[in-house]
Protein backbone atom coordinates (compact mmCIF):
# COMPACT_ATOMS: atom_id res chain seq x y z
CA UNK A 1 0.00 0.00 0.00
CA UNK A 2 1.58 3.34 -1.13
CA UNK A 3 1.81 5.61 2.12
CA UNK A 4 0.60 8.26 0.31
CA UNK A 5 -2.94 6.24 -0.29
CA UNK A 6 -4.72 7.44 3.16
CA UNK A 7 -4.07 10.65 2.56
CA UNK A 8 -5.55 10.80 -0.73
CA UNK A 9 -8.47 8.71 -0.05
CA UNK A 10 -9.42 11.54 2.32
CA UNK A 11 -8.69 13.88 -0.13
CA UNK A 12 -11.17 12.26 -2.61
CA UNK A 13 -13.93 12.64 0.27
CA UNK A 14 -12.95 16.05 0.70
CA UNK A 15 -12.95 17.24 -2.99
CA UNK A 16 -15.80 18.00 -4.97
CA UNK A 17 -14.95 18.21 -8.48
CA UNK A 18 -11.91 15.21 -9.17
CA UNK A 19 -11.20 14.51 -12.64
CA UNK A 20 -9.27 11.35 -14.60
CA UNK A 21 -7.34 11.88 -17.58
CA UNK A 22 -6.51 8.35 -18.97
CA UNK A 23 -4.08 7.24 -21.71
CA UNK A 24 -3.11 3.87 -23.40
CA UNK A 25 -1.61 2.50 -20.17
CA UNK A 26 -4.88 2.26 -18.46
CA UNK A 27 -5.80 -0.50 -21.15
CA UNK A 28 -2.52 -2.06 -21.36
CA UNK A 29 -3.25 -4.80 -18.31
CA UNK A 30 -6.09 -5.23 -20.74
CA UNK A 31 -3.79 -6.85 -23.53
CA UNK A 32 -4.32 -3.45 -25.56
CA UNK A 33 -1.23 -2.05 -26.81
CA UNK A 34 0.10 1.11 -25.66
CA UNK A 35 1.48 3.53 -28.23
CA UNK A 36 5.43 3.63 -27.02
CA UNK A 37 5.79 0.12 -25.98
CA UNK A 38 9.39 -0.59 -27.28
CA UNK A 39 8.93 -4.43 -28.30
CA UNK A 40 4.81 -4.57 -28.76
CA UNK A 41 4.12 -0.35 -28.67
CA UNK A 42 2.25 0.30 -31.99
CA UNK A 43 4.84 2.64 -32.62
CA UNK A 44 7.19 0.01 -32.89
CA UNK A 45 5.73 -2.00 -35.71
CA UNK A 46 3.89 0.81 -37.28
CA UNK A 47 4.30 4.65 -37.61
CA UNK A 48 1.36 5.75 -36.15
CA UNK A 49 2.20 9.33 -36.58
CA UNK A 50 2.00 8.69 -40.47
CA UNK A 51 -0.81 5.74 -40.12
CA UNK A 52 -3.02 7.91 -37.75
CA UNK A 53 -3.23 10.65 -40.05
CA UNK A 54 -4.71 12.19 -42.80
CA UNK A 55 -2.23 11.77 -45.17
CA UNK A 56 -1.70 8.62 -44.16
CA UNK A 57 -5.15 7.67 -44.69
CA UNK A 58 -4.81 9.21 -48.18
CA UNK A 59 -1.51 7.87 -49.34
CA UNK A 60 -2.76 4.33 -48.53
CA UNK A 61 -6.54 3.91 -47.22
CA UNK A 62 -6.20 0.04 -47.05
CA UNK A 63 -3.41 -0.38 -44.93
CA UNK A 64 -4.92 2.08 -42.31
CA UNK A 65 -8.24 0.12 -42.14
CA UNK A 66 -6.48 -2.88 -41.84
CA UNK A 67 -4.32 -1.44 -38.87
CA UNK A 68 -8.12 0.27 -37.53
CA UNK A 69 -9.24 -3.37 -37.96
CA UNK A 70 -6.66 -5.46 -36.30
CA UNK A 71 -6.58 -3.03 -33.14
CA UNK A 72 -10.33 -3.05 -33.30
CA UNK A 73 -10.35 -6.71 -33.20
CA UNK A 74 -8.14 -6.57 -29.63
CA UNK A 75 -9.90 -4.26 -28.38
CA UNK A 76 -13.48 -6.64 -28.58
CA UNK A 77 -11.46 -9.31 -27.24
CA UNK A 78 -10.07 -7.60 -24.24
CA UNK A 79 -11.86 -7.03 -21.03
CA UNK A 80 -12.08 -4.34 -18.60
CA UNK A 81 -9.23 -4.31 -16.36
CA UNK A 82 -9.53 -3.31 -12.41
CA UNK A 83 -8.81 0.33 -13.69
CA UNK A 84 -11.22 0.91 -15.34
CA UNK A 85 -13.43 -1.23 -12.86
CA UNK A 86 -12.26 1.23 -10.15
CA UNK A 87 -13.08 4.39 -12.22
CA UNK A 88 -16.64 3.71 -13.03
CA UNK A 89 -17.07 2.34 -9.41
CA UNK A 90 -15.85 5.51 -8.20
CA UNK A 91 -18.17 7.46 -10.85
CA UNK A 92 -21.09 5.23 -9.50
CA UNK A 93 -20.20 6.48 -5.81
CA UNK A 94 -19.45 10.03 -5.91
CA UNK A 95 -21.38 12.92 -7.37
CA UNK A 96 -18.33 15.13 -9.46
CA UNK A 97 -16.38 13.10 -11.06
CA UNK A 98 -15.78 13.51 -14.55
CA UNK A 99 -13.37 10.98 -16.90
CA UNK A 100 -11.56 12.50 -20.09
CA UNK A 101 -9.77 10.00 -22.01
CA UNK A 102 -7.15 10.18 -24.83
CA UNK A 103 -7.87 5.88 -25.65
CA UNK A 104 -10.18 4.73 -28.35
CA UNK A 105 -10.38 1.60 -27.57
CA UNK A 106 -14.22 1.95 -25.80
CA UNK A 107 -13.37 -0.17 -22.47
CA UNK A 108 -14.00 2.62 -19.93
CA UNK A 109 -17.69 2.51 -21.20
CA UNK A 110 -17.82 -1.18 -20.98
CA UNK A 111 -16.68 -0.76 -17.31
CA UNK A 112 -19.52 1.17 -17.23
CA UNK A 113 -18.12 4.34 -17.32
CA UNK A 114 -21.29 6.48 -18.36
CA UNK A 115 -20.07 9.37 -20.30
CA UNK A 116 -16.00 9.44 -21.32
CA UNK A 117 -15.00 12.64 -22.86
CA UNK A 118 -13.29 11.16 -25.55
CA UNK A 119 -10.94 13.38 -26.93
CA UNK A 120 -9.48 11.11 -29.87
CA UNK A 121 -13.07 9.64 -30.90
CA UNK A 122 -13.66 6.28 -30.68
CA UNK A 123 -12.29 3.52 -33.03
CA UNK A 124 -15.61 1.30 -32.55
CA UNK A 125 -17.34 4.46 -34.56
CA UNK A 126 -17.12 5.58 -38.42
CA UNK A 127 -17.34 8.76 -39.91
CA UNK A 128 -17.11 10.17 -43.77
CA UNK A 129 -13.25 11.14 -44.59
CA UNK A 130 -15.29 14.08 -47.40
CA UNK A 131 -18.57 14.91 -45.79
CA UNK A 132 -17.77 13.93 -41.56
CA UNK A 133 -21.09 12.43 -41.65
CA UNK A 134 -21.76 9.63 -39.40
CA UNK A 135 -20.68 6.06 -41.06
CA UNK A 136 -22.61 3.34 -39.20
CA UNK A 137 -21.56 0.60 -38.22
CA UNK A 138 -18.34 -1.40 -39.09
CA UNK A 139 -18.31 -3.64 -42.14
CA UNK A 140 -18.30 -7.47 -42.03
CA UNK A 141 -15.07 -7.78 -44.58
CA UNK A 142 -12.57 -5.35 -45.88
CA UNK A 143 -13.41 -6.70 -49.24
CA UNK A 144 -13.81 -3.19 -50.66
CA UNK A 145 -13.40 0.07 -48.39
CA UNK A 146 -17.10 1.22 -46.99
CA UNK A 147 -18.21 4.71 -48.61
CA UNK A 148 -20.50 7.26 -47.72
CA UNK A 149 -23.66 7.72 -49.36
CA UNK A 150 -21.71 11.00 -50.97
CA UNK A 151 -18.95 8.91 -52.66
CA UNK A 152 -16.66 9.90 -49.71
CA UNK A 153 -14.37 7.00 -48.13
CA UNK A 154 -15.41 6.04 -44.83
CA UNK A 155 -12.86 6.12 -41.65
CA UNK A 156 -12.67 5.39 -38.14
CA UNK A 157 -14.14 8.29 -35.99
CA UNK A 158 -10.68 9.12 -34.23
CA UNK A 159 -8.65 12.08 -34.33
CA UNK A 160 -5.56 12.01 -36.29
CA UNK A 161 -2.24 13.76 -36.17
CA UNK A 162 -2.67 17.16 -37.55
CA UNK A 163 -6.21 17.14 -36.76
CA UNK A 164 -8.28 19.39 -34.43
CA UNK A 165 -9.73 17.84 -31.76
CA UNK A 166 -13.50 18.03 -31.35
CA UNK A 167 -14.28 21.45 -30.44
CA UNK A 168 -17.15 20.97 -27.91
CA UNK A 169 -14.98 18.07 -26.22
CA UNK A 170 -12.07 19.32 -26.11
CA UNK A 171 -13.80 22.60 -24.09
CA UNK A 172 -15.82 20.48 -21.65
CA UNK A 173 -12.34 18.49 -20.90
CA UNK A 174 -10.86 22.25 -20.14
CA UNK A 175 -13.59 23.35 -17.65
CA UNK A 176 -13.65 20.34 -16.23
CA UNK A 177 -9.79 20.45 -15.47
CA UNK A 178 -10.07 23.98 -14.71
CA UNK A 179 -12.64 23.00 -11.97
CA UNK A 180 -10.70 19.99 -10.72
CA UNK A 181 -9.67 19.83 -6.74
CA UNK A 182 -7.91 16.97 -7.75
CA UNK A 183 -6.93 15.44 -10.83
CA UNK A 184 -5.17 12.06 -11.64
CA UNK A 185 -3.50 11.44 -14.56
CA UNK A 186 -2.98 8.03 -15.37
CA UNK A 187 -1.66 5.99 -17.99
CA UNK A 188 -0.69 8.64 -20.26
CA UNK A 189 3.29 9.51 -21.69
CA UNK A 190 1.93 12.94 -21.33
CA UNK A 191 3.40 13.74 -24.99
CA UNK A 192 0.42 14.61 -27.23
CA UNK A 193 -0.96 17.65 -27.67
CA UNK A 194 -3.69 19.38 -26.66
CA UNK A 195 -4.62 16.60 -24.23
CA UNK A 196 -1.30 16.73 -22.60
CA UNK A 197 -2.02 20.60 -21.58
CA UNK A 198 -4.84 19.29 -19.42
CA UNK A 199 -2.98 18.38 -15.99
CA UNK A 200 -0.73 21.67 -16.37
CA UNK A 201 -3.46 23.90 -16.46
CA UNK A 202 -5.07 21.93 -13.50
CA UNK A 203 -2.21 22.56 -11.66
CA UNK A 204 -2.04 26.09 -12.60
CA UNK A 205 -5.48 26.71 -11.27
CA UNK A 206 -4.92 24.98 -7.99
CA UNK A 207 -5.73 21.24 -8.58
CA UNK A 208 -4.13 18.67 -6.54
CA UNK A 209 -2.45 16.57 -9.60
CA UNK A 210 -1.62 12.94 -9.11
CA UNK A 211 0.24 10.79 -11.92
CA UNK A 212 -0.16 7.21 -11.50
CA UNK A 213 2.30 5.51 -14.37
CA UNK A 214 4.90 2.95 -13.54
CA UNK A 215 7.42 5.47 -15.71
CA UNK A 216 8.30 9.20 -15.45
CA UNK A 217 6.97 11.43 -17.56
CA UNK A 218 6.71 15.19 -18.90
CA UNK A 219 4.12 16.13 -16.03
CA UNK A 220 6.37 13.75 -12.98
CA UNK A 221 8.24 16.66 -11.75
CA UNK A 222 5.24 18.66 -11.93
CA UNK A 223 2.45 16.90 -10.12
CA UNK A 224 1.81 17.17 -6.52
CA UNK A 225 2.49 13.22 -6.30
CA UNK A 226 3.54 10.37 -8.18
CA UNK A 227 2.46 6.83 -7.62
CA UNK A 228 4.73 4.50 -9.59
CA UNK A 229 2.98 1.73 -10.52
CA UNK A 230 0.53 -0.42 -12.87
CA UNK A 231 -3.08 1.47 -12.87
CA UNK A 232 -4.86 -2.15 -12.26
CA UNK A 233 -3.01 -2.40 -9.13
CA UNK A 234 -2.94 1.48 -7.41
CA UNK A 235 -6.47 2.32 -8.64
CA UNK A 236 -8.68 -0.20 -7.25
CA UNK A 237 -6.26 0.17 -3.81
CA UNK A 238 -6.58 3.87 -3.92
CA UNK A 239 -10.44 3.93 -4.95
CA UNK A 240 -11.71 0.86 -2.58
C1 LIG B 1 -3.64 18.98 -33.06
C2 LIG B 1 -6.22 8.63 -31.77
C3 LIG B 1 -4.08 21.09 -34.01
C4 LIG B 1 -5.83 7.92 -33.02
C5 LIG B 1 -4.23 9.87 -31.09
C6 LIG B 1 5.35 19.31 -31.89
C7 LIG B 1 5.20 19.72 -30.56
C8 LIG B 1 3.97 19.69 -29.92
C9 LIG B 1 2.84 19.23 -30.59
C10 LIG B 1 3.00 18.83 -31.89
C11 LIG B 1 4.22 18.86 -32.55
N1 LIG B 1 4.04 18.39 -33.81
C12 LIG B 1 2.75 18.08 -33.97
C13 LIG B 1 2.11 18.35 -32.82
C14 LIG B 1 0.71 18.17 -32.56
C15 LIG B 1 0.44 16.70 -32.31
C16 LIG B 1 1.30 16.17 -31.18
O1 LIG B 1 1.07 16.47 -30.03
N2 LIG B 1 2.30 15.36 -31.57
C17 LIG B 1 3.19 14.79 -30.56
C18 LIG B 1 3.56 13.36 -30.97
C19 LIG B 1 4.43 15.67 -30.45
N3 LIG B 1 -0.95 16.68 -31.90
C20 LIG B 1 -1.91 16.61 -32.83
O2 LIG B 1 -1.70 16.49 -34.02
C21 LIG B 1 -3.33 16.73 -32.30
N4 LIG B 1 -4.03 17.72 -33.07
O3 LIG B 1 -2.65 19.38 -32.50
O4 LIG B 1 -4.51 19.78 -33.77
C22 LIG B 1 -3.38 21.04 -35.33
C23 LIG B 1 -4.15 21.11 -36.46
C24 LIG B 1 -3.51 21.11 -37.68
C25 LIG B 1 -2.12 21.02 -37.76
C26 LIG B 1 -1.35 20.89 -36.60
C27 LIG B 1 -1.98 20.90 -35.36
C28 LIG B 1 -4.07 15.41 -32.43
C29 LIG B 1 -3.41 14.38 -31.55
C30 LIG B 1 -4.32 13.15 -31.48
C31 LIG B 1 -3.67 12.00 -32.20
N5 LIG B 1 -4.49 10.80 -31.99
N6 LIG B 1 -5.03 8.82 -30.91
C32 LIG B 1 -5.45 6.50 -32.75
O5 LIG B 1 -5.40 6.08 -31.57
O6 LIG B 1 -5.19 5.79 -33.72
S1 LIG B 1 -2.86 10.05 -30.12
C33 LIG B 1 -2.52 8.65 -29.24
O7 LIG B 1 -1.22 8.78 -28.70
C34 LIG B 1 -3.36 8.47 -28.02
O8 LIG B 1 -4.70 8.81 -28.22
C35 LIG B 1 -2.72 9.33 -26.99
O9 LIG B 1 -3.28 10.61 -26.93
C36 LIG B 1 -1.35 9.54 -27.52
C37 LIG B 1 -0.29 9.22 -26.51
O10 LIG B 1 -0.51 7.96 -26.12
P1 LIG B 1 -0.74 7.62 -24.56
O11 LIG B 1 -2.17 7.44 -24.34
O12 LIG B 1 -0.02 8.57 -23.67
O13 LIG B 1 -0.04 6.27 -24.59
P2 LIG B 1 1.52 6.04 -24.68
O14 LIG B 1 1.75 4.70 -25.26
O15 LIG B 1 2.18 7.22 -25.29
O16 LIG B 1 1.93 6.01 -23.15
C38 LIG B 1 1.41 4.97 -22.34
C39 LIG B 1 1.82 5.32 -20.95
O17 LIG B 1 1.25 4.36 -20.09
C40 LIG B 1 3.33 5.27 -20.76
O18 LIG B 1 3.74 6.42 -20.05
C41 LIG B 1 3.52 4.01 -19.90
O19 LIG B 1 4.58 4.17 -18.98
C42 LIG B 1 2.22 3.93 -19.18
N7 LIG B 1 1.81 2.59 -18.76
C43 LIG B 1 2.13 1.40 -19.33
N8 LIG B 1 1.52 0.40 -18.64
C44 LIG B 1 0.79 1.00 -17.64
C45 LIG B 1 0.99 2.39 -17.72
N9 LIG B 1 0.41 3.25 -16.86
C46 LIG B 1 -0.37 2.73 -15.89
N10 LIG B 1 -0.61 1.42 -15.75
C47 LIG B 1 -0.04 0.52 -16.60
N11 LIG B 1 -0.27 -0.79 -16.45
ZN1 LIG C 1 -19.83 11.64 -47.04
Not at 15 to 26: H, L, N
Not at 132 to 155: F, K, N, V, Y
Not at 180 to 188: D, E, Q
Amino acid sequence: MHDAIPDLARRLRDTSRVVFFTGAGVSAESGIPTFRDAQTGLWARYRPEELASPEGFRADPRTVWEWYAWRREKCLAAEPNPAHLAIAALERRLPGVTLITQNVDGLHQRAGSPAPLELHGNLHRLKCFRCEADGGDWPATLDSLPHCACGGLLRPAVVWFGENLPSDVLARASEAGLQAGLFFSVGTSSLVYPAAELPFSAKRRGAFVVEINPQPTPLSRHADLCLHGPAGSVLPELLA
